[in-house]
Protein backbone atom coordinates (compact mmCIF):
# COMPACT_ATOMS: atom_id res chain seq x y z
CA UNK A 1 0.00 0.00 0.00
CA UNK A 2 1.17 3.58 -0.68
CA UNK A 3 2.06 5.62 2.31
CA UNK A 4 -0.36 7.45 3.86
CA UNK A 5 -0.95 11.22 2.99
CA UNK A 6 -1.68 13.15 6.38
CA UNK A 7 -3.62 16.63 4.73
CA UNK A 8 -4.28 19.59 7.00
CA UNK A 9 -7.32 21.64 5.51
CA UNK A 10 -5.93 25.31 6.92
CA UNK A 11 -6.92 28.73 6.65
CA UNK A 12 -6.99 30.91 9.49
CA UNK A 13 -10.09 32.87 8.62
CA UNK A 14 -13.57 30.96 9.10
CA UNK A 15 -16.09 30.24 6.82
CA UNK A 16 -14.11 29.74 4.08
CA UNK A 17 -15.43 25.90 4.01
CA UNK A 18 -12.61 23.76 5.79
CA UNK A 19 -15.32 21.92 7.64
CA UNK A 20 -17.66 21.23 4.45
CA UNK A 21 -14.34 20.27 2.36
CA UNK A 22 -12.66 17.92 5.14
CA UNK A 23 -16.42 16.01 5.02
CA UNK A 24 -17.11 16.17 1.53
CA UNK A 25 -13.80 15.35 0.12
CA UNK A 26 -13.57 12.61 2.85
CA UNK A 27 -16.21 11.29 1.80
CA UNK A 28 -15.84 11.88 -1.80
CA UNK A 29 -12.72 9.76 -1.66
CA UNK A 30 -14.04 6.96 0.40
CA UNK A 31 -16.55 6.08 -2.54
CA UNK A 32 -13.47 5.80 -4.69
CA UNK A 33 -12.73 2.83 -2.63
CA UNK A 34 -10.21 4.70 -0.26
CA UNK A 35 -9.59 4.08 3.57
CA UNK A 36 -9.83 7.46 5.02
CA UNK A 37 -9.89 8.68 8.00
CA UNK A 38 -10.58 12.53 9.33
CA UNK A 39 -9.64 14.07 12.44
CA UNK A 40 -12.04 17.10 14.31
CA UNK A 41 -9.10 18.75 15.95
CA UNK A 42 -11.24 22.58 15.66
CA UNK A 43 -13.04 23.13 18.60
CA UNK A 44 -15.98 23.84 17.51
CA UNK A 45 -16.61 20.07 16.39
CA UNK A 46 -18.98 21.24 13.11
CA UNK A 47 -17.03 18.14 11.63
CA UNK A 48 -18.59 15.79 13.94
CA UNK A 49 -21.64 17.28 14.34
CA UNK A 50 -21.69 17.28 10.39
CA UNK A 51 -21.47 13.43 10.35
CA UNK A 52 -24.65 13.66 12.59
CA UNK A 53 -22.48 12.89 16.23
CA UNK A 54 -22.50 14.81 19.09
CA UNK A 55 -19.35 16.06 21.44
CA UNK A 56 -19.82 14.64 24.11
CA UNK A 57 -18.52 11.25 23.45
CA UNK A 58 -15.82 10.22 26.17
CA UNK A 59 -13.62 8.86 23.80
CA UNK A 60 -12.34 12.02 21.37
CA UNK A 61 -9.78 13.92 20.33
CA UNK A 62 -8.75 15.18 23.45
CA UNK A 63 -8.36 12.44 25.09
CA UNK A 64 -6.09 10.74 22.43
CA UNK A 65 -3.80 13.86 22.51
CA UNK A 66 -4.04 13.78 26.44
CA UNK A 67 -2.87 10.23 25.86
CA UNK A 68 -5.90 8.54 27.96
CA UNK A 69 -6.99 6.91 24.73
CA UNK A 70 -5.42 5.07 21.57
CA UNK A 71 -6.41 6.34 18.17
CA UNK A 72 -8.01 3.03 17.80
CA UNK A 73 -10.22 3.42 21.08
CA UNK A 74 -10.97 6.74 19.60
CA UNK A 75 -11.67 6.23 15.91
CA UNK A 76 -15.63 5.76 15.08
CA UNK A 77 -17.16 4.62 11.88
CA UNK A 78 -19.83 7.05 9.98
CA UNK A 79 -22.30 6.17 7.64
CA UNK A 80 -19.98 6.60 4.89
CA UNK A 81 -18.78 3.11 4.11
CA UNK A 82 -14.67 3.62 4.51
CA UNK A 83 -14.86 6.42 6.62
CA UNK A 84 -14.00 6.80 9.98
CA UNK A 85 -13.81 10.13 12.60
CA UNK A 86 -11.96 10.86 15.88
CA UNK A 87 -14.81 13.07 17.47
CA UNK A 88 -14.13 16.79 18.21
CA UNK A 89 -14.47 18.36 21.56
CA UNK A 90 -15.15 21.51 22.56
CA UNK A 91 -12.64 21.23 25.24
CA UNK A 92 -9.99 21.35 22.58
CA UNK A 93 -9.49 24.98 23.16
CA UNK A 94 -8.66 24.60 26.89
CA UNK A 95 -6.62 22.01 26.04
CA UNK A 96 -4.63 24.26 23.63
CA UNK A 97 -4.14 26.71 26.50
CA UNK A 98 -2.72 24.39 28.71
CA UNK A 99 -0.27 22.87 26.45
CA UNK A 100 0.86 25.91 25.73
CA UNK A 101 3.31 25.57 28.57
CA UNK A 102 4.24 21.52 27.56
CA UNK A 103 7.74 20.86 26.58
CA UNK A 104 7.50 19.63 22.48
CA UNK A 105 4.06 21.15 22.20
CA UNK A 106 4.39 21.00 18.78
CA UNK A 107 4.52 17.31 18.55
CA UNK A 108 1.70 16.20 20.66
CA UNK A 109 -0.53 15.36 17.48
CA UNK A 110 2.50 13.37 15.94
CA UNK A 111 3.05 11.06 19.48
CA UNK A 112 -1.09 10.94 19.49
CA UNK A 113 -0.64 9.14 15.96
CA UNK A 114 2.02 7.17 16.38
CA UNK A 115 2.20 6.14 12.95
CA UNK A 116 -0.80 4.29 13.88
CA UNK A 117 -2.37 5.42 11.17
CA UNK A 118 -0.84 3.53 7.97
CA UNK A 119 -3.75 1.12 7.15
CA UNK A 120 -5.63 4.27 6.27
CA UNK A 121 -4.67 6.23 2.35
CA UNK A 122 -5.82 9.37 3.49
CA UNK A 123 -6.30 11.02 7.20
CA UNK A 124 -7.79 14.96 6.43
CA UNK A 125 -7.45 16.88 9.88
CA UNK A 126 -9.95 19.57 9.99
CA UNK A 127 -8.07 22.72 11.44
CA UNK A 128 -8.91 25.20 13.87
CA UNK A 129 -9.36 29.01 11.59
CA UNK A 130 -6.46 30.14 13.39
CA UNK A 131 -2.93 29.61 13.42
CA UNK A 132 -2.78 29.07 16.86
CA UNK A 133 -0.54 25.58 18.90
CA UNK A 134 -3.73 23.25 17.12
CA UNK A 135 -2.85 24.59 13.70
CA UNK A 136 0.87 23.83 14.10
CA UNK A 137 0.14 20.23 15.60
CA UNK A 138 -1.51 19.56 12.30
CA UNK A 139 0.80 21.13 10.19
CA UNK A 140 3.36 19.75 11.90
CA UNK A 141 1.73 15.94 11.84
CA UNK A 142 0.39 16.47 8.24
CA UNK A 143 2.29 15.05 5.26
CA UNK A 144 0.26 17.88 3.01
CA UNK A 145 -1.54 21.28 3.55
CA UNK A 146 -4.60 21.92 1.47
CA UNK A 147 -5.81 25.09 1.76
CA UNK A 148 -9.45 26.48 0.68
CA UNK A 149 -10.00 29.65 -0.17
CA UNK A 150 -12.88 31.44 0.09
CA UNK A 151 -14.18 33.30 -3.83
CA UNK A 152 -14.18 36.74 -2.37
CA UNK A 153 -12.58 40.18 -2.92
CA UNK A 154 -9.96 39.81 0.24
CA UNK A 155 -9.03 35.76 -0.80
CA UNK A 156 -5.70 36.05 -0.82
CA UNK A 157 -5.34 38.73 1.81
CA UNK A 158 -4.25 36.65 4.54
CA UNK A 159 -2.86 34.05 2.46
CA UNK A 160 0.20 35.27 2.86
CA UNK A 161 0.27 34.38 6.67
CA UNK A 162 -0.53 30.99 6.11
CA UNK A 163 2.22 30.36 3.84
CA UNK A 164 4.58 32.12 5.82
CA UNK A 165 4.18 29.88 8.50
CA UNK A 166 3.97 26.38 6.21
CA UNK A 167 7.52 27.92 5.62
CA UNK A 168 8.50 28.25 9.48
CA UNK A 169 7.09 24.83 10.25
CA UNK A 170 9.18 23.33 7.31
CA UNK A 171 12.07 24.64 8.71
CA UNK A 172 11.65 23.93 12.44
CA UNK A 173 9.59 20.76 12.81
CA UNK A 174 8.39 19.40 9.64
CA UNK A 175 10.96 19.49 7.02
CA UNK A 176 8.37 17.14 4.28
CA UNK A 177 5.33 19.39 4.83
CA UNK A 178 4.27 20.30 0.98
CA UNK A 179 1.41 21.98 -0.35
CA UNK A 180 -1.04 19.82 -1.91
CA UNK A 181 -3.45 22.65 -3.29
CA UNK A 182 -5.55 25.35 -2.97
CA UNK A 183 -9.44 24.92 -3.57
CA UNK A 184 -12.08 27.83 -4.36
CA UNK A 185 -15.13 27.56 -2.37
CA UNK A 186 -18.44 29.51 -2.26
CA UNK A 187 -18.14 29.74 -6.10
CA UNK A 188 -20.15 31.80 -8.17
CA UNK A 189 -19.98 31.51 -11.63
CA UNK A 190 -23.01 34.41 -12.55
CA UNK A 191 -20.80 36.89 -10.13
CA UNK A 192 -18.24 38.90 -12.04
CA UNK A 193 -16.56 39.45 -8.60
CA UNK A 194 -16.47 35.79 -8.35
CA UNK A 195 -14.71 34.96 -11.73
CA UNK A 196 -12.26 37.68 -10.94
CA UNK A 197 -11.13 36.28 -7.90
CA UNK A 198 -10.43 33.12 -9.36
CA UNK A 199 -8.45 34.59 -12.16
CA UNK A 200 -6.43 36.61 -9.29
CA UNK A 201 -5.94 33.66 -7.75
CA UNK A 202 -4.68 31.21 -10.39
CA UNK A 203 -2.95 34.01 -11.45
CA UNK A 204 -0.94 34.02 -8.27
CA UNK A 205 -1.03 30.25 -7.16
CA UNK A 206 -0.56 28.73 -10.58
CA UNK A 207 -0.91 24.86 -10.99
CA UNK A 208 -0.94 24.92 -6.82
CA UNK A 209 -5.09 26.19 -7.79
CA UNK A 210 -7.22 23.08 -8.31
CA UNK A 211 -8.84 22.94 -11.13
CA UNK A 212 -12.52 22.45 -9.47
CA UNK A 213 -14.06 25.05 -7.59
CA UNK A 214 -16.60 24.36 -5.12
CA UNK A 215 -19.65 26.36 -6.09
CA UNK A 216 -22.56 28.15 -3.36
CA UNK A 217 -24.63 25.37 -3.25
CA UNK A 218 -28.42 24.73 -0.58
CA UNK A 219 -28.11 21.23 -0.73
CA UNK A 220 -23.70 21.61 0.85
CA UNK A 221 -25.54 24.43 3.07
CA UNK A 222 -28.38 22.04 4.30
CA UNK A 223 -26.29 18.89 4.44
CA UNK A 224 -24.65 19.16 8.13
CA UNK A 225 -27.96 19.90 9.77
CA UNK A 226 -28.60 16.41 8.57
CA UNK A 227 -25.65 14.82 10.17
CA UNK A 228 -24.73 13.59 6.70
CA UNK A 229 -22.31 14.13 3.77
CA UNK A 230 -23.86 15.98 0.42
CA UNK A 231 -23.15 12.51 -0.79
CA UNK A 232 -25.50 10.79 1.37
CA UNK A 233 -28.21 13.54 1.48
CA UNK A 234 -28.56 14.60 -2.33
CA UNK A 235 -25.57 12.70 -4.38
CA UNK A 236 -27.35 14.64 -7.65
CA UNK A 237 -26.39 17.69 -6.40
CA UNK A 238 -23.93 20.41 -7.66
CA UNK A 239 -22.07 20.21 -4.13
CA UNK A 240 -21.85 16.79 -4.18
CA UNK A 241 -20.53 16.63 -7.85
CA UNK A 242 -18.53 18.89 -7.33
CA UNK A 243 -16.66 17.51 -4.11
CA UNK A 244 -16.07 13.93 -6.46
CA UNK A 245 -14.64 15.95 -8.98
CA UNK A 246 -12.07 17.53 -5.89
CA UNK A 247 -11.67 14.12 -5.20
CA UNK A 248 -10.26 12.51 -8.68
CA UNK A 249 -8.20 15.62 -8.60
CA UNK A 250 -6.23 14.49 -5.42
CA UNK A 251 -6.11 11.41 -6.13
CA UNK A 252 -4.24 12.07 -9.60
CA UNK A 253 -2.32 14.62 -7.86
Known sequence: MNETSIIAVANQKGGVGKTTTVINLGASLAMNNKEILIIDFDPQANTTSGFGMDDEREKNVCSLILGKHSLEEVVVQTEVEGLSLVQGSRDLAGIEIELAGADEREYILVEALEKKVDRFDY????????????????????????????????ALEGLSHLMNTIRNIRKRWNADLSINGVVLTMFDGRLKLSREVAEDVKEHLGSMLYKTCIPRNVKLSEAPSYGMPAL??????????????????????
Open 123 to 154: VLIDCPPSLGLLTINALVAATEVLITLQSEYY
Open 232 to 253: LYDARSKGAASYLNLAKEVLQR
